[in-house]
């Protein structure tokens, strides 16, 4: 494979990662303001990227403001 196939390719699983990864957090952030338990101010989140064929083990952490009560 080519440097720009293999570009493309882990552009569209990061993409993929992405836009599923945002998708389960507003879910989960829904879910919790739902029942009243959403907590107030930022969260952590943290993701792990593990690529064994290749060795990798990526942590990112960071945080995430909750929407408020309005």
């Known amino acids: 494979m080519s440097d720009d196939g293999f570009n493309m390719s882990l552009r569209k699983f990061l993409k993929t990662v992405g836009v599923t990864s945002q998708r389960e957090i507003e879910e989960a952030v829904r879910a919790m303001r739902e029942t ?6 930022s969260v952590t989140a943290r993701v792990v990227l593990t690529i064994d064929a290749v ?3 990526h942590e990112v952490t960071g945080e ?3 929407p ?3």
């Open 36 to 41: 009243g338990e959403l907590p107030s101010g």
């Open 55 to 57: 060795g990798l083990e």
């Open 64 to 66: 995430i403001e909750m």
């Open 68 to 70: 408020g009560g309005d």
